[in-house]
T-cell receptor
């Protein structure tokens, strides 16, 4: 199956700093990637859709200026958590769909554990 | 209309038993129904998926049953093993107006040895 990687896998930072998370599709091109947030023992919450060549689409309630998304190429999307605070601590997961019609599969990255002190 | 309701929230099954997880959706625009398995600290991994033109799909010990008229689908894990202990998410996807996937709340499965 297709492979999606994320880097870093774990990051600890001080409150007020910015953190960048990379999501790469290793063996396929992805014009669209998705960023999810997952709290302990909860489901995945879609934060935004990253679109190559255009602005990201954010879900309701997600601050655009807080979570900056850049889809730099057909294989790379980045999520930057700006001025991170302890409440931003979470598990962030990206995914990329393979296929463009019904039945398109989503392949998930391994996730990034962010801890803001 | 965008919700996918999943039950039970948690499930304990004896080794060798059958694990059954149920999901229901409302939006008939969904045309792809995957199940994901997630281990602690890892991203979800696709387990098995079905399209609405099929009523059942089996892959090894995993079977999806799909009832289009009732808008329900379920995952059956036969001969459950301790290694199956994980969180399972059902999902529903649609490609109308852009690709969208809605996840169920998840079921934490524990298989007792």
């Amino acid at each position: 199956g297709a492979v999606v990687s994320q880097h870093p896998s774990r990051v600890i930072c001080k409150s007020g700093t910015s953190v960048k998370i990379e999501c790469r599709s290793l063996d396929f091109q992805a014009t669209t990637m998705f960023w999810y947030r997952q709290f302990p023992k909860q489901s995945l919450m879609l934060m935004a859709t990253s679109n190559e060549g255009s602005k990201a689409t954010y879900e309701q309630g997600v601050e655009k200026d807080k979570f900056l998304i850049n889809h730099a190429s057909l294989t790379l999307s980045t999520l930057t958590v700006t001025s991170a605070h302890p409440e931003d601590s979470s598990f962030y997961i990206c995914s990329a769909p393979l296929g463009t019609s019904g039945g398109a599969q989503q392949f998930f990255g391994p996730g990034t554990r962010l801890t803001v002190l | 209309q965008q919700q996918v309701k999943q039950s039970p929230q948690s499930l304990i099954v004896q080794k060798g038993g059958i694990s059954i997880i149920n999901c229901a959706y409302e939006n008939t625009a969904f045309d792809y129904f995957p199940w994901y398995q997630q281990f602690p600290g890892k991203g979800p991994a696709l387990l098995i998926a079905i399209r609405p033109d099929v009523s059942e799909k089996k892959e090894g010990r995993f079977t999806i049953s799909f009832n289009k008229s009732a808008k329900q689908f379920s995952l059956h894990i036969m001969d459950s093993q301790p290694g199956d202990s994980a969180t399972y998410f059902c999902a529903a996807s649609a490609f109308t107006g852009g690709f969208k996937t809605i996840f169920g709340a998840g079921t934490r499965l524990f298989v007792k040895a």
